[in-house]
T-cell receptor, first 114, second 113 residues
């Protein structure tokens, strides 16, 4: 079946603009995760969804970042008033359930803030 | 000290060599251990998934976990140019919903033909 799908694959925008990143998880996967991969920093956890609920938002770096998930499927990560330090690859992963299950990743959205 | 340490390399080997990739960690609560392979401009692809200590083999790949030493390894036998990628170790703690993975920074491997 299809893997995790993310769009857009690349996004270039000006500082101060808002951006929306989309993730379509593997069908039937109830858990969805967002990570950020910055050069030299490795993968950093941002937020987790179980169904449409986000019990753990601890990784969001600032209040400019928000995320939602609808219908237990598609998720959107929104960054408001983008800053240059937001430039990174934003990766989405899904798994059949919560902890202990392997997570499967999409190819990410490469975000560049000019 | 970082929770997970991984030598970034780069590691260059000739085709056919045995490759050893390693991670150390500090959190004794970690129980689930994974190795991901990431090609350039692609997402991480799950290679190996193990629980607690021991060995797991899958084709040319063998994963080892030594919880007493807080040390995990991935061995690649008969390495191929197609194995050239960045290898990320990842781990998580108790089997609770939403447990985030903690990643090493990745080791870049280059296999020359």
């Amino acid at each position: 079946g299809a893997g995790v799908s993310q769009s857009p694959s690349n996004k270039v925008t000006e500082k101060g603009k808002d951006v929306e990143l989309r993730c379509d998880p593997i069908s039937g996967h109830t858990a969805l995760y967002w990570y950020r991969q910055s050069l030299g920093q490795g993968l950093e956890f941002l937020i987790y969804f179980q169904g449409n609920s986000a019990p753990d938002k601890s990784g969001l770096p600032s209040d400019r970042f928000s995320a939602e998930r609808t219908g237990g499927s598609v998720s959107t990560l929104t960054i408001q008033r983008t800053q240059q330090e937001d430039s990174a690859v934003y990766l989405c992963a899904s798994s059949p359930a919560g902890g202990g299950q392997p997570q499967h990743f999409g190819d990410g959205t490469r975000l560049s803030i000019l | 000290q970082k929770e997970v340490e991984q030598d970034p390399g780069p590691l260059s080997v000739p085709e056919g060599a045995i490759v050893s990739l390693n991670c150390t960690y500090s959190n004794s609560a970690f129980q689930y251990f994974m190795w991901y392979r990431q090609y350039s401009r692609k997402g991480p692809e799950l290679l190996m998934y193990t629980y607690s200590s021991g060995n797991k083999e899958d084709g040319r790949f063998t994963a080892q976990v030594d919880k007493s030493s807080k040390y995990i390894s991935l061995f690649i036998r008969d390495s191929q140019p197609s194995d050239s990628a960045t290898y990320l170790c990842a781990m998580s703690s108790a089997n609770q919903a939403g447990t985030a993975l903690i990643f090493g920074k990745g080791t870049t491997l280059s296999v020359s033909s």
